[in-house]
């Protein structure tokens, strides 16, 4: 096979370095990969993700693509992971999937169909890039590998650029859309308002006093008394269940005189 | 900017400074020199933030602060390091056991690594081979602080989520999110320095803030300011703030809210793993501060003026005592906020990031984008003005016919006090004269026996 030749003739020109990175980083990024679909746990399945993308990222990196692996790893692992994983820590940490199978032979069937694709995808790009002259990383790289992809971004590419930017405006949007409560006009309180109610009449501003509080009894059952010997209702929690006080309790503590 | 082939110098044809392609070409034990060379930077640098910081807030509450171990109390965080080496290392019983491991492992290499593209002054000898004072340099090293400090945050997330408990998770959860806000800030900030400077690569930023470069504005030919920070002035204030929120510092410091999660995400955390936490927070510490120094205020270079009576100012080893300088100055910055602000609240800290810093970014550099392109148009300087002048007109008109909230007008305090309801909050009479206390009465007796020409000369 002509692909084969190719491969190994430029495997021979490859430098030991890159020789090295790929052969430590490529069984990582698979065991990420296979990692993030055998983990039972949502975080270790997102973590082992992670894994992957940060190993795809040096490939990029090694293979003369530094801006796009930076990219790779800021905004894939550092942005989006960040919010899968906002969203499963609020799952919880014990939640697991059940191993349990809903539709019988759903594995076999969709470890058959993952190869399919694998294999379509794999043999349309061969066919679509067999026998493409390649102009080499060096003239790419020409001017410097930022200022060769903002050429290309910003000069030749640029209306599907600002077509994709729309896309992803539109899809911002959607969701904020989605997402957002329209609220009545006094619904929302802000915080001056909510200062103010605190003062209103009728609403004591102050911390409302502990149970027990110039009472015979330290027990958290005891109201506390007001300054006026009567009992403070406010300081018992509704949680608690009421019982009778005995005399001694109801007392007024001896103040007098002392 | 061409990229000279392999195995070819190529200083900085004005400055004479390294420059991208002069990197890479060190032999492996000069690296090997230059990593522990930056790890012990570092690790001293951390050593010294903390007793620096804790002298400075002393200072500025009045008390004299660390003074015990060593001069002025230098070793005390020596002493503090060694003790939480040999304390207990707990490990929680709902702990995720690999993940509380890994994640203080994850924040301190991220944190080490960071530093590593960091200049530190020009070339210098180094046991006789001539060699840049920068471990290494590349074409995109500053996204390369970025992806750091974005990983490392990792470490605070997942030891958040790892320690099984509320306050840690919710630590955690606070800190994605500020990290996800703050980075857009930061990186935004970012661009307009790399559109005046054409490069990404640290060393060649340092160069392009070596001269300032002629201006020709109405007839007048004078240089503009060199340095970044007074050029690009709105993107030095967002990345100062955002470098402040990025490192979780205060006011900034939500993830670690001692008033309101106990500790935050480090809340289970004890003996060599929290020593990393706090390793890794004072190391971004420095790694904003030096990264703030070689975008904004001219790397490792001191002013181009001193060089009239100093010229040897700027060569040898000498700018690593002006980087160090200038890292410190903004170390104190940050100790100096966290002395003075009180932290914000939440939902105030993300409107803060999203509808100000963020739109204010995008807008300036917009703006910066429009003065060069006009710069590089080869047009008589009159056109020139009548676009500049037609932009400024339409925001004047914008700014006037953008609609107002009516504003509810504010009444004099005592018709405010009248129109208080009945039974309201009780308030002290607005009339009130407070008597002098008997107590102040004999103080000031007593003081009254002191010469009175005594008290003016102190």
């Known amino acids: 096979m002509m692909l084969s030749t190719q491969v190994l003739a430029a495997a021979a020109e490859v430098p030991t370095g890159e020789k090295w990175v790929f052969f430590l980083l490529a069984p990582l990024a698979l065991a990420g990969a296979l990692g993030m679909i055998i983990a039972r746990n949502a975080v270790h399945s997102a973590l082992w993700l992670v894994l992957t993308m940060l190993s795809l ?57 993952g190869l399919g694709l694998a294999g379509l995808l794999g043999t349309g790009v061969y066919q679509a890039t067999r026998g493409m002259p390649s102009a080499g990383l060096e003239l790419a790289n020409a001017n410097g590998n930022v200022q060769g992809i903002a050429q290309l971004l910003f000069g030749r590419y640029v209306y599907v650029f600002e077509v994709t930017s729309a896309l992803l405006i539109t899809a911002a949007v959607g969701a904020m859309l989605l997402a957002h409560r329209e609220r009545a006009k006094g619904e929302r309180v802000g915080q001056a308002a909510q200062m103010r109610a605190r003062f209103e009449p009728g609403n004591y501003a102050g911390p409302k006093p502990g149970p027990g509080v110039f009472a015979n009894s330290t027990s958290v059952a005891t109201p506390a008394k007001l300054p006026d010997g009567t ?14 006080l005995t005399s001694a309790e109801i007392a007024n503590k001896p103040t007098e005189g002392k | ?136 340099d590349i074409p995109v090293a500053v996204l390369l602080v970025l992806a750091c400090s974005g990983m490392g945050i990792y470490g605070i997330v997942l030891g958040g989520w790892a320690s099984g408990s509320t306050y840690p998770l919710l630590g955690g959860l606070r800190s994605a999110a500020q990290l996800v806000s703050y980075e857009v800030a930061m990186g935004l900030s970012f661009v307009a320095v790399f559109m005046t400077a054409g490069t990404m690569s640290t060393s060649e930023i340092v160069n392009a803030q070596a001269q300032g470069s002629p201006v020709n504005l109405f007839g007048f030919e004078f240089t503009a300011p060199s340095w970044f920070f007074l050029l690009l002035l709105p993107s030095f204030i967002i990345y100062s703030i955002s470098a402040v929120g990025e490192t979780n510092r205060a006011p900034f410091d939500l993830p670690e809210a001692e008033s309101e999660l106990v500790g935050g995400f480090h809340t289970e955390y004890s003996s060599l793993k929290f020593a990393l936490f706090f390793l890794a927070e004072y190391i971004n510490m420095v790694t904003v501060s030096g990264l703030c120094a070689t975008l904004f205020l001219g790397g490792w270079r001191a002013p181009t003026s001193f060089e009239s009576f100093w010229p040897g100012i700027n060569s040898g080893w000498w700018p690593l005592l002006w980087f160090t300088i200038k890292v410190l100055l903004l170390l104190f910055v940050f100790i100096w ?16 990031g999203w509808k100000v810093l963020i739109p204010v970014n995008l807008v300036w550099i917009l703006t910066l984008a429009g003065i060069k392109t006009l710069q590089k148009q080869n047009i008589p300087a009159q056109e020139k003005l009548i676009y500049a002048g037609l932009a400024v007109g339409v925001i004047l008109l914008l700014a006037l016919l953008w609609p107002q909230k009516k504003e509810e007008p504010v009444l004099p305090i005592e018709e405010q006090v009248a129109r208080r309801p009945e039974g309201s909050f009780p308030l002290p009479p607005m009339d009130l004269q407070v008597p002098v206390s008997p107590r102040a009465n004999r103080l000031t007796a007593e003081r009254e026996t002191v010469p009175a020409t005594s008290e003016e000369e102190v």
């Open chain 1, 57 to 113: 990222g040096v490939f990029y990196i090694v293979q003369a693509g530094p801006f796009i692996g930076m990219v790779q790893i800021i905004v894939y692992t550092g942005a989006i992971m960040m919010l899968f994983l906002f969203v499963l820590m609020l799952v919880g940490r014990d939640a697991s999937d059940s191993v349990i199978e809903t539709l019988r032979g759903q594995k076999v069937v969709a470890v058959l169909l």
């Open chain 1, 231 to 244: 009992p403070a209702e406010r300081s018992i929690s509704p949680i608690l269940p009421t019982r009778e």
């Open chain 2, 1 to 136: 900017m061409i990229l000279a082939p392999i195995g070819f110098l190529a200083e900085d044809p004005v400055t004479g400074d390294p420059t991208l392609a002069d990197f890479g070409h060190d032999p492996w034990w000069l690296v090997l020199v230059k990593v522990v060379g930056v790890f012990v930077f570092l690790v001293v640098m951390t050593l010294f933030t903390i007793w620096y910081e804790r002298r400075v807030v002393a200072r500025m509450q009045v008390r004299p602060g660390p003074n015990r171990h060593g001069p002025f109390g230098l070793l005390q965080s020596l002493a503090d390091g060694l003790k939480l080496a040999f304390k207990e290392d707990i490990m929680p019983l709902k702990a995720d056991k690999v993940v509380f491991f890994i994640a203080p492992v994850i924040s301190t290499v991220c944190a080490f690594t960071a530093f590593s593209i960091m200049p530190f002054g020009p070339f210098v000898s180094m046991f006789g081979t001539r060699t840049p004072l920068q471990l290494t």
């Open chain 2, 337 to 352: 906020l966290r002395g003075t602000l009180p932290r914000l609240r939440y939902d105030q800290f993300m409107r803060f």
